[in-house]
């Protein structure tokens, strides 16, 4: 059975991963053909705020989605959330996919809702998700500091419980670093 949309794509650091983005995730797969899901940041890696390399970010959202997405890298531009950054988000999903995306699906970040706005002829719907399971990336990765295994397993995939220790000995390695490694 067709779908209602072609292509979808969501848009995500995901530092640490957790149910919140896998319920975003989960949604473009019900209601996309095709989901393509850009790891923003994708250069950054070791530092306090972006511990996970997105060979690692790659890595975990592969073992819990398989093949029903497809992932790319997305590095920042430094400019922020505005319509150039749209601009610079369209032009990836063009190169990667050879179309513009029919769907935009995000959580929280509601200034997303005006990124594709400055590109001329695009219409793309967008699907803005409330957050209902209250965690943060930020939660996440305190509960690895604090070595919080049951609160962390509380708001992570099952299939992911067996790299508790890898991944919190990238967190704990990355608290006092403020260079990052490059991709």
């Known amino acids: 059975?067709?779908?209602?949309?072609?292509?979808?794509?969501?848009?995500?650091?995901?530092?640490?991963?957790?149910?919140?983005?896998?319920?975003?995730?989960?949604?473009?797969?019900?209601?996309?053909?095709?989901?393509?899901?850009?790891i923003g940041s994708s250069q950054e890696s070791g530092t306090i705020k972006n511990p996970f390399s997105y060979k690692t970010r790659k890595k975990i959202l592969?073992?819990?989605?398989?093949?029903?997405?497809?992932?790319?890298?997305?590095?920042?531009?430094?400019?922020?959330?505005?319509?150039?950054?749209?601009?610079?988000?369209?032009?990836?999903?063009v190169k990667y996919?050879?179309?513009?995306?029919?769907?935009?699906?995000?959580?929280?970040?509601?200034?997303?809702l005006n990124w594709f706005d400055s590109v001329i002829g695009l219409s793309v719907a967008e699907l803005y998700i409330p957050k209902i399971i209250d965690i943060s990336a930020t939660e996440m990765?305190?509960?690895?500091?604090?070595?919080?295994?049951?609160?962390?397993?509380?708001y992570t995939n099952p299939k992911l419980w067996d790299y508790y220790r890898d991944?919190?000995?990238?967190?704990i390695d990355s608290q006092n670093n403020t260079e990052t490694e490059s991709m």
Not at 3 to 21: A, D, M, N, S, W
Not at 65 to 85: C, R
Not at 141 to 154: G, M, S, V, Y
């Open 97 to 112: 996919f050879s179309r513009p995306p029919e769907l935009l699906i995000s959580g929280k970040e509601e200034k997303r």
């Open 1 to 38: 059975m067709k779908k209602p949309y072609e292509l979808g794509i969501i848009v995500g650091r995901f530092q640490v991963f957790h149910t919140g983005h896998e319920q975003l995730i989960n949604k473009a797969i019900e209601l996309c053909d095709t989901v393509g899901v850009f």
């Open 167 to 171: 991944l919190q000995k990238i967190i």
């Open 62 to 93: 592969k073992k819990v989605f398989g093949d029903d997405i497809i992932i790319y890298p997305l590095p920042d531009i430094g400019i922020g959330n505005v319509s150039k950054w749209g601009e610079y988000v369209y032009k990836n999903v």
């Open 141 to 154: 990765r305190k509960h690895f500091l604090e070595n919080e295994i049951d609160e962390w397993k509380k």
